[in-house]
């Protein structure tokens, strides 16, 4: 009766092992290969490094211009991130704490939401942009909606609503109302019940939107693409630039090193929100 169980077990770790291994082994290349000189990459690609050549990281980040579109990318991450937290916060507390006239409908709305691929609707997007920037002409004659990392990071905010809004909205209904109780008889107003209590308690579904939209925004290529066609690019297109570019020169280093400085920036992130995300559940599940 127990070796059931035991091959049961061995068989879950040997798929984790398979897919932590079928994630790390490409990573780990791809890093061994950013530090190889050019003339190493004709021989065999499995082998290691002579040495470290820092040198591509210098030409990627200066000479290919991978910092100035580092800094885009995480200028529109972060804008694109507090835009979507300050409006979808008290969007969903309210819709799941009050009763309002027409809650229903803006309930459907929101779910109808969930079904819009944004990739679809970016050309519509593109020509509503650039209508408004012909009638504010007089205002902006270079322009104001389109090549502007500030109106990409609303775009972003804008397309990502529906689903954090939903997925908070479903953990505020989760929490007992006893605490609101308690919050509003000392004195609390609804605004610091929002977020002194009830926000603090749903920190495991905030971190959760917090990292699937960190990860939308950041590696985002089809809206960056359409709505920044100038030279302030995000990464992912300027990557895109520099494969062209070094594959035609046959400088795979630099290449390699760019898409480090791509990778590296998530796996940070995503190690930091996911060890937020079990602190979280955990406390949640102890004061349950």
């Known amino acids: 009766m127990t070796k059931t169980p035991r091959a049961g077990r061995a068989l879950t770790y040997l798929l984790v092992t398979a897919i932590a291994l079928a994630i790390a082994v490409p990573v780990g290349w791809v890093l061994l290969a950013s530090l190889k000189q050019k003339g190493e990459f004709y021989g065999s690609p499995w082998t290691l490094p002579e ?7 210098v030409d990627a980040f200066v000479t290919a211009r991978m910092g100035q579109y580092f800094f885009t990318s995480v200028l529109v991450t972060v804008l694109g991130l507090v835009f979507v937290i300050a409006v979808s916060v008290p969007a969903a507390y309210v819709i799941a704490r009050y009763d309002f006239r027409g809650r229903g409908l803006v309930e459907v709305a929101l779910l109808a939401g969930l079904f819009v691929n944004v990739n679809y609707i970016v050309v519509p997007i593109f020509l509503m942009l650039v209508g408004w920037d012909r009638a504010l002409v007089d205002v902006f004659p270079g322009g104001f909606f389109i090549d502007n990392p500030g109106v990409l990071s609303l775009v972003y905010a804008a397309t990502s609503i529906p ?58 290529f089809i809206i960056a693409l359409t709505l920044l066609p100038g030279e302030g690019k995000t990464l992912q297109v300027g990557l895109l630039n520099l494969m062209t570019a070094q594959k035609a020169a046959a400088d795979y280093g630099r290449l390699y090193a760019g898409m480090v400085i791509v990778i590296v920036p998530v796996l940070i992130f995503y190690a930091f929100i996911q060890r937020r995300l079990i602190e979280g559940m955990a406390s949640g599940g102890v004061k349950g």
């Open 51 to 57: 040495g470290l050549h820092l040198q591509n990281y």
């Open 163 to 220: 689903f954090t809004i939903y997925l908070l909205a479903a953990y505020f209904r989760s929490i007992p109302a006893d605490y609101e109780e308690a919050a509003a008889l000392d004195g609390a107003s609804r605004f610091q019940v929002m977020t002194r209590v009830m926000l603090p308690m749903a920190r495991p579904a905030l971190t959760t939107v917090i990292l699937f939209n960190f990860l939308a925004y950041w590696n985002d």
